[in-house]
């Protein structure tokens, strides 16, 4: 008998978070390993960016749906049922052709919007019966289902480790297809005069890798993979989606909205909620954030690992950075959703704009330093750090601030988040490496004091509302003590 969320007991509600989580893991772990390699993969012609970009382009126009569809087919049906849906994104990567690549990642993405709004508001769900204080514990919910998820890149990076283990040849021959193409821009006078690229036949690591790169990639071989390796390890991530899916078909307790939540299924009013979220003031100010952080996931897996680690070291040592990345994001996620409970948010957020302003700077400083290892593996580490931040407070915000609508407030957020991720992924054939980086540490600060700004005022308007409440009970407690002393006189 199925029972609405307040009837529940509290170790189900655990049994649904654990079983949401894992099947995250399992899911996320073959998407974001995708996801990272295929800007490696499929360069020629930018096929791998434009793929990703076609994904959350699928993923920005679904957010419109994503409310509706999970308040009408219930969050448990969506989850099994999209995540499902994720597989033929994978395979496509088998034959990295434009007319197979860019319709199932419009397909991949479209689904994956309505995913993260299902699990959002099913942890939101969840969160409603495990303490009394609703707020903290949506925190501490998004904390742990965020420190679980983070993880993902870590058994995702493993594993491209094993595949690739045997392939130890290609640093040098990717480092020479990206000499060849920049002296092929010797016969090409226009792309001379607007990427000013040194062209010879010696470049050095330096000049060819991290924030010297800038050129357009045009008719890049493919860096040259065996086909079984390729096999091997999109087979292991569709095992681990379908595991995932029968996970979540399977183990979790159907998800009912209370009595009084009203079911909203027209598309028109999804819009119309969406639109109100988005103009809230609430969601206002961490708008610039959420577009900030999808740049920067767009940046990470399309330029960082392809030209600092895939490009320097080697494409064998993409998985380690990969976990190195996930560790650390998780390490993050779980601390800092126990902390800002005494700290407040901003300083999280504070720290976590620091760490990537670090970063970024460090990057920008590569070339010094791009002989040691261990010197990128700190830069990815610190990365990874304020990623854990960005997500799980970002998306904790949001599910507090907007409980009895938290599937149109999840695809507002998708909605921004998308569009920074769009602008990422598409820019990147287009623009140098250290515009990149200036671009993202400068949004990165401007973002950051938006919300600082945003949210002082927010006290100080809570302030003011309060002092004039209290004047208001004052005046009237004066007006009727003197009219009962009036009286008594009388």
């Given amino acids: ?199 010879s036949d010696n470049l050095t690591d330096t000049e060819v890798c991290g924030p010297g790169i800038c050129f357009f990639e045009n008719n890049l071989p493919n860096l040259a993979l065996p086909r079984v390796k390729l096999y091997i390890i999109l087979g292991f991530y569709t095992g681990c989606m379908l595991a995932a899916s029968a996970m979540f078909l399977c183990v979790m307790d159907p998800y009912i909205p209370e009595k009084d939540e009203p079911k909203k299924y027209k598309i028109c009013i999804s819009v119309t909620n969406i639109t109100k979220i988005l103009y809230s003031t609430t969601f206002v100010k961490v708008f610039p954030l959420l577009f900030h952080y999808g740049f920067q996931m767009a940046f990470m897996s399309g330029s960082f690992f392809k030209e600092y680690v895939g490009c320097r070291y080697g494409i064998e040592k993409i998985g380690y950075f990969l976990s190195v990345f996930g560790f650390s994001s998780a390490f993050s996620s779980g601390l800092s959703g126990f902390i800002h409970t005494g700290t407040g948010r901003e300083y999280v957020f504070m720290f976590a704009c620091l760490a990537e302003v670090v970063a970024v700077s460090g990057m920008l400083m590569w070339d010094c330093f791009s002989n040691y290892m261990t010197y990128t593996i700190g830069l990815c580490s610190l990365w990874g750090l304020a990623h854990g931040i960005w997500q799980t407070h970002l998306n904790g915000y949001i599910g507090e601030s907007f409980p009895l609508t938290s599937e149109f407030a999840f695809s507002s957020l998708n909605l921004i988040l998308s569009l920074g991720l769009i602008t990422g992924y598409s820019s990147s054939n287009y623009i140098c490496m250290r515009t990149k980086l200036y671009v993202t540490g400068g949004m990165c600060i401007i973002s950051s004091c938006f919300f600082l700004i945003m949210s002082k005022i927010a006290r100080q308007k809570c302030v003011i509302n309060k002092n004039f409440k209290r004047v208001s009970k004052m005046k009237e407690l004066e007006i009727f003590v003197s009219s009962n002393v009036s009286s008594r006189l009388e």
């Fill in 1 to 199: 008998m199925q029972t609405t969320c307040s009837r529940i007991s509290k170790w189900k509600c655990y049994k649904n978070l654990v079983t949401l989580s894992v099947g995250w893991i399992l899911l996320y772990s073959s998407f974001t390993s995708i996801k990272d390699l295929s800007s490696t993969f499929h360069h020629q012609d930018g096929l791998g960016l434009i793929g990703m970009a076609t994904f959350y382009f699928g993923y920005m126009l679904a957010c419109i749906f994503a409310g509706s569809t999970v308040r009408l087919f219930d969050a448990k049906v969506s989850i099994s049922c999209t995540s499902l849906c994720q597989i033929p994104f994978l395979i496509s990567n088998a034959l990295p052709k434009f007319y197979v690549l860019l319709p199932l990642s419009f397909l991949g993405g479209f689904t994956q919007s309505i995913l993260w709004t299902s699990s959002g508001s099913y942890l939101v769900w969840i969160s409603q019966t495990m303490s009394t204080n609703q707020r903290n514990n949506v925190n501490k919910v998004f904390s742990i289902f965020s420190l679980v998820v983070s993880c993902s890149p870590i058994l995702g990076g493993m594993s491209t480790v094993l595949a690739f283990s045997l392939y130890g040849k290609d640093r040098q021959h990717f480092q020479k297809q990206f000499k060849q193409i920049n002296t092929t821009f010797e016969n090409d006078i226009l792309k001379t005069l607007i990427f000013k690229s040194k062209f």
